[in-house]
């Protein structure tokens, strides 16, 4: 089994999902920086790191809660919990570019998304 390091990411940036952003068939790092609401992916291939870049950040009540690919086009998509109001918002994804944001709809703070 071959073990890869492909990079180091600041400590305030967390993995907040894994998915094919950019629809080459290789899933991709999403992260977070829970600092200052910067959002960073890795494009991968295998154990490098093809590409990084930053499609954008959110105000600190946004949190990542999943990656995936909502709309069917074969790119993983960001979805975010806005903690305050148990809103939700996606970010349709081509790569590093936010094609579209949506707000679906909310529901109570109490519900997770899983």
Do not use: C, Y
């Not at 492909?6 to 967390?14: C, D, L, V």
């Amino acid at each position: 089994t071959a073990v890869g390091f492909p990079g180091t990411a600041p400590t305030a940036f967390e993995i907040g999902g894994v998915g094919d952003v950019n629809g080459d068939g290789k899933a991709d790092l999403v992260f977070h920086n829970t600092s200052n609401g910067t959002t960073a992916i890795w494009l991968m291939n295998g154990t490098a790191i093809a590409s990084a870049g930053f499609p954008g950040g959110v105000p600190s009540d946004w949190h990542l809660a999943q990656v995936g690919d909502v709309n069917g086009d074969g790119k993983a998509d960001i979805i975010w919990r806005i903690s305050t109001s148990g809103s939700v918002a996606v970010w349709l994804m081509n790569g590093f570019t936010i094609s579209t944001v949506g707000f679906p709809g909310s529901a109570s703070t109490e519900w997770e998304i899983q």
